[in-house]
């Protein structure tokens, strides 16, 4: 049985899992109301969620497995959207290390398995026990079309490596710096990549600084095209105006773990919820 947040409406309506009924709501003074109307007692069940912002889809989240395990349920969670993972270590005194904040407040709940779509940091492992989950499969058709892999920085380099070692194709790899926040800069590009049709992989694309930085280093390389995916469409800000002005890349692939909500030709979002489904069956033994 499957039960759900708002933050992930839109998935949830696509899986072909029995949904448990459930009340998720606001009093008029804005406070959440959860309330789960199933007999789940020894059940084994499925939370699916974000806790991306507003935070109230963080609340939403704790009440319903609150509600769940009060029940007796055998509560498994997956997050589509895990938010605050980039906030996992100090770099100035005086900061909160928020991405420890939330996984503390899951581990309060007795979870069976806890599922994340592509986990920013691997530095969470730290605070929580997960799985991660990289969606290549979701992208198959876009990847058999290209001719080179292309991580854009350390972070990414471990599924570019996945992506190039699924699909036998040539790595290439960049390392970057941030001067300031939510800006990036390209120091190196190892691997070659001329006249050939590039692909950049990453977990996100945020403000776009990232991407529209290494695009433009793969063309001054000499790359004949560049294209991205990455698994979570944010598109913060001017994220998709800066995108489409960038010059630089011929199209942009994101899922739809997070709702989309932008506008723009260059940018196609590709429906998860089919590998959703799949890996919740897989992990209870049903599929």
């Known amino acids: 049985m499957l039960f759900y947040t708002h933050s992930v409406e839109h998935i949830a309506e696509r899986i072909r899992i029995e949904k448990g009924a459930f009340t998720l709501t606001k009093f008029s003074d804005g406070e959440i109301y959860c309330r789960v109307e199933e007999n789940v007692k020894g059940m084994n069940v499925w939370v699916l969620s974000s806790t991306i912002a507003p935070g109230d889809n963080l609340l939403e989240l704790a009440f319903l497995l609150d509600s769940l395990q009060r029940l007796g349920a055998k509560v498994n969670l997956m997050i589509l959207y895990f938010a605050y993972a980039r906030q996992d270590r100090i770099v100035k005194k005086g900061e909160a290390l928020s991405s420890k904040v939330i996984s503390d407040l899951l581990r309060m709940f007795r979870l069976e398995n806890i599922l994340v779509l592509h986990m920013h940091s691997p530095r969470l492992s730290r ?3 997960f799985e991660n989950l990289w969606p290549i499969e979701v992208f198959s058709q876009v990847i058999r079309r290209m001719e080179v892999v292309v991580a854009p920085d350390k972070g990414a380099l471990n599924f570019a490596k996945k992506v190039s070692e699924s699909y036998n194709l040539p790595l290439a790899h960049m390392e970057k710096f941030r001067p300031e926040v939510e800006k990036a800069e390209i120091t190196r590009l190892t691997g ?33 095209e560049v294209n991205v995916i990455a698994t979570h469409g944010i598109f913060s800000g001017e994220a998709v105006m800066n995108l489409e002005r960038s010059g630089s890349i011929k199209s942009i692939y994101v899922t739809n773990s997070v709702k989309p909500t932008y506008k723009s030709s260059m940018i196609t979002s590709l429906d998860i919820s089919k590998f959703v489904e799949d890996r919740m069956l897989e992990k209870i033994g049903m599929r």
């Open 192 to 224: 070659d990549v001329r006249e050939k049709r590039a692909v950049i992989v990453d977990d996100m694309i945020s403000t776009g600084s990232t991407v529209i930085k290494a695009s433009q280093r793969l063309v001054q390389s000499g790359a004949a």
């Open 127 to 129: 605070f929580l026990d």
